[in-house]
Structure formats: structure tokens, C-alpha cells
């Protein structure tokens, strides 16, 4: 069932929200953490639907603030879907007009789960400091996804020039089959890793972190080489016994190629906003790899001459 409250306030949608808690006998008390979408009109109904699959593994009480008409009177549009319309968690969508989507700070906190943590997800443009960012403030964990972005290689490094503990992307999310893939090759004998390259459709960030990550743990150079897509299409490992690479023309399977052994196909499928958003909430601390990852990439570009 869903309830649309025109012209609202947040206590009246906290009175909608206890109503239902009582009736139902347990509400927020079963939700584990609380969702916070900022986006707009164009995007949200993705977004709302990404966060409700998460949902079925993280129950969670969305909320998604959605700016509407900057110029208008202050005022919020609410939209409750309650559990079992959103999954086991239950969806708060809020129309800010007016000042008030410069403030969604305000409406927003009244409405967050007791107790619970707060993770902030920005699905299309996010802030360039996330962790300044009135609702980023408030949140354990800020996610953003730099692959929306007009330019999202320069997205991505301009984030990472304000990295804080708690900020990620789903940049890097995307790519955990990927380095998952690549770690269980070295389990195995295969000789000593001299050089290595990522080869993805031109300004792929998740390349960027891919070829870093590669660099970082590995410690030897990673070239970044262009190819048509879709995403990132090969990963090469250049050892002294012969070549280990993994290539993926397209999209959904990979062929593993290792010295003196049989071709291997894999399946590594581009992987969905929802099933990335799913993976990050499943910690509340701070990525530690990915910090580590993110701020070598700097580093990287400064080696090669690239902007930083």
C-alpha cells in the first residue's frame, strides 16, 4: 500500500510512520539502517527500485529526497510505500520544493531509523566532497557513482582529492568480480609478475582503480590501454613463466588464458547499480582498500605525466 501525503510536513509523516509501526506491531524495530537517496525527478524511480533489491538482503527505511522546482514555495510532496510494497523495508519519497531542497539536511533527519546507521547514496552527479555535503554529514557511509558523471575519470580523481573514511563508489564496487578473478589466478604457481595491463572503453574510471589496485598491490607498472567496450574488456599479467589474461569482449563472459593450461570461461557480467549498492551495505566501516586504491591513482597519473 502506498500512501501520498500532498503539501506535508515531516511530522506528519513521522505520525503516518508510528501509525503504521503500531498497526503492524514492528516497523522501523526490524529496519537495519537507514537509505538516503539524493537525486532528481529523471532518475529516481531506478534509483527507488536499485535500493528496494538491495532491500531484500538490507532492510532498510528509504528515503529519497527528490528536488523539484527551486523557485517554488517551501513544500514537501511525501510518497510512503510501506513493507511489502518496497520490499521488507519501507520508502519515503520527498518532493522538496523551493529552499528547501538547499536544506534537505533538515527534512531528512527527523525521519531517520533510532539508532540505526546512515548511508547517503548519490546515483547520478554527486558532490565533489561528499563528507561536506549537508546530507553526507550525517551518514556513516556516502556512496557515490562517478560512471554518471559528465567527465567521470575527472569525477572520480576530483572526489579522491577530498577523500574522507566512509566515502566510496560504485566505480570500485564494480569491479570486486574483477579483482576476485585476478587474486585467485595467483593462487596458483605462475611465476614472478613483472608488468600488467587494463585495457576498457575510453574514461572507464572503474579502469582507472583497476589498473591502481593492480599497481598498488602488485608493485610493478600497469599500462592502461583503450579498447571499444562494453566497460573493461581485459586484464593482463606479464610473468616470467608466460602471460596470465583475462578478456571480455563482451560484457558477460571472460576466457582466462594461463601459461600451459586450457582456456578458462568465466562468467563475469557487468554488474547492476543494485547488486553494487547491495555489496556496499553489507559494511558500515570504512573501506580501507579502496582508500589505499583511490589515493594511488594520483600518484600513478603523476608517474605518467596525466593530470591528477
Not at 500532498?6 to 529496519?31: C, K, N, Y
Not at 589498473?211 to 598498488?216: F, P, Y
Not at 582466462?256 to 586450457?262: E, G, K, S
Request: overall charge negative; hydrophobic content about 40%.
Amino acid at each position: 500500500m502506498t500512501l501520498y501525503l500532498p503539501r506535508t510536513t515531516t511530522s506528519q509523516i513521522s505520525e503516518e510512520l508510528t501509525a503504521e509501526r503500531h498497526s503492524v506491531g514492528g516497523g522501523a524495530m526490524s529496519m537495519v539502517l537507514t537509505l538516503i537517496i539524493v537525486t532528481d525527478e529523471a532518475d529516481h524511480y531506478d534509483a527507488v527500485r536499485a535500493a528496494t533489491e538491495a532491500g531484500r538482503e538490507h532492510p532498510s527505511r528509504v528515503i529519497a529526497l527528490i528536488r523539484r522546482d527551486p523557485d517554488a514555495a517551501p513544500a514537501i510532496d511525501a510518497e510512503i510505500r510501506r513493507p511489502g510494497t518496497a520490499g521488507p523495508g519501507e520508502a519515503l519519497l520527498l518532493r522538496l520544493y523551493g529552499p528547501l531542497g538547499d536544506h534537505p539536511d533538515s527534512v531528512v533527519v527527523p525521519l531517520l531509523v533510532p539508532d540505526a546507521p546512515v548511508v547517503a547514496w548519490w546515483p547520478g552527479a554527486g558532490p565533489a566532497d561528499p563528507a561536506s555535503d549537508p546530507v553526507g554529514q550525517i551518514a556513516h557511509r556516502r556512496i557515490t557513482d562517478a560512471l554518471r558523471a559528465e567527465d567521470p575519470v575527472n569525477d572520480l580523481l576530483e572526489r579522491i582529492r577530498h577523500y574522507r573514511p566512509g566515502d566510496t563508489d560504485l566505480t570500485w564496487t564494480r569491479l570486486t568480480p574483477w579483482r576476485s578473478l585476478l587474486a585467485s589466478t595467483m593462487d596458483q604457481p605462475c611465476g614472478w609478475v613483472t608488468a600488467a595491463e587494463v585495457t576498457a572503453e575510453p574514461h572507464y574510471p572503474s579502469a582507472e582503480l583497476l589498473a591502481s589496485w593492480l599497481s598498488d598491490q602488485l608493485e610493478v607498472p600497469v599500462e592502461r590501454k583503450e579498447s571499444d567496450g562494453p566497460g573493461i574488456t581485459g586484464a593482463r599479467l606479464i610473468t616470467d613463466c608466460g602471460d596470465i589474461a583475462i578478456n571480455r569482449l563482451d560484457g558477460r563472459v571472460a576466457t582466462l588464458t594461463r601459461p600451459n593450461q586450457p582456456d578458462q570461461h568465466v562468467a563475469l557480467s557487468q554488474r547492476h547499480a543494485a547488486e553494487a549498492l547491495a555489496e556496499e551495505l553489507r559494511r558500515l566501516d570504512a573501506d580501507e582498500i579502496y582508500e589505499r586504491t583511490a589515493k594511488h591513482v594520483g600518484s600513478r597519473r603523476k608517474r605518467a605525466g596525466a593530470p591528477a
